[in-house]
Nanobody, 125 residues
Framework: QVQPIESGGGLVQPGASLRLSCSAS????????MAWFRQGPGKAREFVSV????????KYADSVKGRFTISRDNLQNTMYLQMNSLKPEDTAVYYC??????????????????WGQGTQVTVSS
């Protein structure tokens, strides 16, 4: 099993950048695909991005493509989400999720059995 732990959330102005981190205490971190989901106020949880265990494959939601970049450092057991050009509509609790292999469908929350507690991102002037 793996227990993801998110960090890096905060309050930023529109247009600013923020980097989220997700760490996991496991000897087999590279065996897990890692994903970000988010849930905004009054909204359903939605897929943001996923990266394969070896970092070769990454996918993004259309709403963040070109602004967000997912990456991972398997030696540090950490996955990152670099968020640039943030918009008020990016305001949400961001959750890190994990699954062995590469889940199909990768953009469905039910495909991931392991979840973090979430970190709040607020984009407001």
């Amino acid at each position: 099993q793996v227990q993801p732990i998110e960090s890096g959330g905060g309050l930023v102005q529109p247009g600013a950048s923020l980097r989220l981190s997700c760490s996991a205490s496991t000897r087999t971190f590279s065996g897990y695909a890692m994903a970000w989901f988010r849930q905004g106020p009054g909204k359903a949880r939605e897929f943001v991005s996923v990266i394969s265990g070896n970092g070769v494959i990454s996918k993004y939601a259309d709403s963040v493509k070109g602004r967000f970049t997912i990456s991972r450092d398997n030696l540090q057991n950490t996955m990152y989400l670099q968020m640039n050009s943030l918009k008020p509509e990016d305001t949400a609790v961001y959750y890190c999720a994990a699954q062995t292999g590469f889940p199909r469908p990768y953009d469905l929350g039910a495909s991931y059995p392991y979840w973090g507690q979430g970190t709040q991102v607020t984009v407001s002037s």
